[in-house]
């Protein structure tokens, strides 16, 4: 195993993360904040560290899916890690397995918080707390391969490590310039917002950290009733953006280079938008009765199946008090997620397609046992390798769900919270049902439950494989066996 070449990426991640810690320090001058003192002390040791980390460059630049899914998973616990410590040095969140939890929360998009009183925080932390969706949002190694070089290997390996969805292919021959064409449509489609935002007089601290939120469809909210206190206009910019960012971006690409006619035939895309546009009617219809009218119910329910379905996880209302039905739909919407190759989480549209198609394939065996029928997905043969994997994936995902279940069960909670509680952190949504709603937090479990979250929240954002490699005996192994090589 190549470990001088992880050492070297996340010394790289951790000189990024150095970086954008300045940010926060800079709006704590703006508002005259002294917790930004403690942003910059842990910028310049984060700093350090990545310099010390990088100094020697690796001999050996070649790397396969092994050493990017370790160097993967390394660098996400490592951002968490530094980007916890200011939270706890300003004594905002005083608790360091809390402020660790809000902070894994942030950079997994997931958006599930311990806090009850988000507005008690500084400027500067506020800033953070939603920049670090952002950062989390299109993946901070696909950022990494958009600004440096790294020659040798196959680089489209860290890129299947982070991206979400079944599989990962190149929009353009090269992956820095893929990386590059990613992040273009990242920063535009964000600072549209920001102005859209702008525009319905909301304020540029307000704009910026609302959009960074949807942006890599997080949902820490900057107020403690999340966006419900803002006008109809900005939650109607905010669903229509959660939904665009819950596509996939290949389709942004088709249409950036004027390829319109593949981008509206995108297979996952038409079922995204067919079951958000369901999802709602049923919704709308079934809270018409106890809201102001058609339009504040069409608002309401449009609003919570973009942030559901996209796992952003924003609320204008307290969907807890809605019915059973609507419950049960969303639950099924925190699953399902968004589309691959989007910032959103879940299982993923695609997977789901794969899932119901072969099924399908698999009835059409009984009836007829002597036909061949090959599975289609977006006009192209799905390969046994994908259908394979996204069946070792389904099957995983529930294992771990269920024994997620189990563990915090001890605590003596409901099962609607545990299971919301679970589906929300291991499909990076934020909120669930009951104990865990909207209205509430995640600050009622214990140490341990909440570290068992951690971990769901880390697995769901870095596709659980990268993540299990780590507790893989076969890889310490192999790294033990290649020390001794190096000594020898």
Not at 164 to 181: E, H, M, N, W, Y
Not at 256 to 261: G, H, V, Y
Request: with cysteine.
């Amino acid at each position: 195993m190549n470990t001088s070449m992880i050492r070297y990426i996340v010394g790289y991640i951790l000189k990024i993360e150095a970086l954008f810690m300045l940010l926060p320090c800079l709006v704590a001058v703006i508002y005259q904040e002294q917790e930004g003192f403690y942003y910059l002390l842990i910028a310049v040791l984060c700093g350090l560290f990545g310099i010390l980390m990088t100094i020697c460059k690796p001999k050996n630049h070649v790397f396969y899916l092994k050493e990017g899914c370790v160097a993967t998973s390394l660098s996400w616990m490592a951002l968490s890690l530094f980007g916890c410590i200011p939270f706890v040095l300003t004594r905002e969140i005083p608790s360091f397995t809390n402020a660790l939890f809000e902070t894994i929360s942030g950079f997994t998009t997931t958006g599930a918080s311990i806090l009850s009183d988000v507005e008690a925080l500084s400027h500067c932390s506020l800033f953070w707390r939603s920049f670090t969706h952002w950062i989390g949002g299109m993946g901070v190694l696909v950022f990494l391969l958009a600004i440096i070089p790294l020659s040798g290997g196959s680089h489209i390996n860290l890129m299947r490590a982070e991206s979400p969805g079944p599989s990962v292919g190149k929009l353009v021959p090269k992956v820095r310039s893929t990386a590059r064409i990613l992040y273009l449509i990242y920063l535009s489609l964000t600072l549209l917002e920001i102005l859209l935002l702008l525009a319905g007089k909301m304020s540029l601290f307000d704009s910026l950290t609302t959009s960074f939120g949807t942006a890599g469809t997080g949902g820490f909210g900057i107020k403690n009733d999340s966006l419900a206190g803002y006008s109809t206009y900005i939650q109607w910019v905010v669903t229509i953006f959660m939904i665009l960012f819950g596509v996939n971006f290949n389709a942004f690409y088709l249409i950036l280079f004027r390829k319109f006619k593949k981008a509206l035939h995108m297979e996952e895309v038409k079922y995204y938008f067919l079951i958000i546009l369901a999802a709602i009617a049923i919704i709308t219809f079934e809270i018409l009765d106890t809201s102001a009218g058609v339009l504040d119910a069409l608002t309401h329910a449009s609003f919570q199946v973009a942030s559901i379905i996209t796992t952003t996880g924003f609320s204008t209302v307290d969907f807890n008090m809605w019915s059973q039905a609507c419950k049960t739909i969303l639950v099924m919407l925190m699953f399902v997620g968004a589309c691959a190759g989007s910032t959103g989480g879940g299982i993923k549209v695609s997977r789901f397609v794969i899932l119901i198609k072969t099924v399908t394939k698999e009835l059409n065996s009984y009836i007829h046992p002597k036909s061949i029928k090959k599975i289609n997905f977006e006009k192209k043969m799905v390969e046994h390798e994908v259908v394979r994997a996204t069946n070792v994936y389904f099957i995983t995902y529930m294992l771990i769900f269920s024994a997620s279940v189990f563990l915090i069960a001890f605590e003596g909670r409901d099962l609607v919270t545990n299971f919301t509680a679970v589906a929300a952190t291991i499909n990076n949504i934020g909120p669930g049902l009951e104990m865990v709603g909207p209205s509430q937090n995640f600050g009622i479990f214990t140490p341990f439950s909440k570290y068992v979250l951690m971990f769901d929240m880390l697995a769901g954002r870095l596709e659980l494989f990268p993540l299990l490699l780590l507790f893989h005996p076969a890889l310490w192994k192999d790294f033990i066996a290649g020390r001794k090589r190096k000594k020898h």
